[in-house]
Every structure is written in structure tokens, then in C-alpha cells.
């Protein structure tokens, strides 16, 4: 099995359609895994979902999932975010509104666990430092754990006692499955932070037991339009140039 795993979709329709290109052109995609936010910030978020849902896959819940549907109030998030949840809550069918809110925060596929952002707190931990990654590690009851959340591609091992060893993961690392325990994030799809605009994503291949991370240059300026064209802050446009 080939598994396609993918967070942070954000209603980017070009980098969701480059990631399934870039990942269909490497090999046959038999399902995707999605950490949560497949909608908020960019403006396709009924084009995500349908996208998403043309395919096997698994998700879980992430905090602008939670918000687009009511289930999560914004009053922690910043205003730009805020004001594309609403922006997203008008958009939804009652149908794609049913299924966000029928995403579980936890899903086990495996020897893998699947949460937006921590075991610690599912929808709002940003899992950024060894400390963090340790705590949820703690928590993890299987092997191997893969979160989103922070659209920061890492992995973190399990050291002795209650530490983790944190590294930054780039395009074509390649991780094998061993007797480790670890955390990975897959970076962001549509609105990654680490510095790098091209969208991130991983594939898990269960026979060689690798995770590899790929990066793919998308029509960000495509994007970038719709965005200023539906009338959401201009700050989502311009942070997708920098990766940031
Ligand atoms: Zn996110």
C-alpha cells in the first residue's frame, strides 16, 4: 500500500491538486490520510472537500474544521483566521458541513495515530519543540503518531526517560520504520511555514516501511487571486510567497 498523508489543506485547491499529481506520478495512491484542516485561509474550501472525498481515506479533525462548523468558537484565533472561518461557514453545504463536523479528533490506521495537533489537546497543541513531542509521545499507544497543526514538516524521536529528539524534514528525506518510536509532521499542503512556499506532503510506503516527504511548486499566484478576489485578508495572499 501506497498512502498519500497530507495536512493542512486550507481551501488550497492548487496545492492539493499538485500534491495528488506529484504523488500519482511516483506510483498508485491507494489511500490518504488527512490531519485536519482541510478548510480556512484560502477560498475552495467545497473543492478541497470534494477533492478529499473522491479518494479511500482517513481524517481527523483540525481546529478551522471545527471552526467552519460552529463546533469551535474563534476567540483564540487571529483575525485574519477568524475572518476566513466565517467567510468558510457561509460557503458549506449542509452536506460538507456534516462532514466536518463528523471527523473523530483521533483516528488509528494501524501502527500509525492520526491527530491535528497533540495528543496533549488535539485541536490546538502546535507540536514544535522536544519537550512537546515528548509529552505526546508519552500519550501515543502506537508505534508511530502523525500530526499537522504547525505546517512545519519534523520528525521527533522517542529518547530514553521523557525526552525526543527533534529534526527538521526536507524534500526527499526519507525515514525508515525501525523499532523507533516517533512523531511526524508532513509539513503544510496549502499554506506552509517553514520558510519553503512549494506545498509538503508524505507518502508512506507499508511494504519498504519508509515516510518520505516531498515538496511541490504549485500556481500560488493562482491561488493568491482567488483569495483577494473573494474578499479575504490580504495577509493569506501575500504569507503563501514566503512559505510563512
Ligand atoms: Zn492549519
Not at 494501524?110 to 496533549?120: A, E
Not at 526517560?161 to 525515514?175: I, N, P, R, T, Y
Not at 512549494?198 to 493568491?224: N, P
Request: aromatic letters at 6%.
Amino acid at each position: 500500500m501506497r498512502i498519500v498523508i497530507v495536512a493542512d489543506i486550507h481551501s488550497n485547491i492548487e496545492a492539493f491538486e499538485a500534491v495528488l499529481e506529484h504523488a500519482a506520478s511516483h506510483g498508485p495512491i491507494d489511500r490518504l490520510w488527512c490531519l485536519g484542516d482541510v478548510v480556512g485561509y484560502a477560498a475552495d474550501p467545497s473543492a478541497c472537500i470534494a477533492l478529499l472525498r473522491q479518494h479511500p481515506h482517513t481524517a481527523v479533525a483540525g481546529n478551522h474544521d471545527l471552526a467552519a462548523v460552529g463546533k469551535l468558537p474563534t476567540d483564540d484565533f487571529n483575525a485574519a483566521a477568524a475572518w476566513a472561518a466565517a467567510w468558510t461557514a457561509r460557503r458549506l453545504s449542509a452536506k460538507e458541513r456534516e462532514y466536518l463536523s463528523s471527523l473523530p479528533f483521533v483516528a488509528v490506521e494501524g501502527d500509525f495515530t492520526l491527530v491535528h495537533g497533540s495528543l496533549r489537546s488535539p485541536e490546538w497543541e502546535y507540536l514544535l519543540s522536544a519537550d512537546a513531542a515528548a509529552e505526546h509521545l508519552r500519550l501515543q499507544e502506537t508505534p508511530y503518531g502523525l500530526v499537522g497543526h504547525s505546517h512545519i514538516p519534523f520528525v521527533a524521536f522517542e529518547r530514553e526517560g521523557s525526552l525526543a529528539a527533534m529534526a527538521a524534514l526536507k524534500d526527499g528525506d526519507v525515514l525508515k520504520l525501525g523499532g523507533e518510536r516517533l512523531v511526524v509532521n508532513p509539513g503544510g499542503v496549502g499554506q506552509p511555514r517553514d520558510g519553503d512556499p512549494r506545498a509538503s506532503y508524505a507518502v508512506y510506503d507499508d511494504e519498504a516501511h519508509t515516510l518520505t516527504l516531498h515538496r511541490v511548486e504549485y500556481d500560488l499566484e493562482k491561488t493568491q487571486r482567488k483569495i483577494l478576489e473573494a474578499g479575504l485578508p490580504r495577509h493569506l495572499a501575500e504569507r503563501l510567497a514566503h512559505g510563512r
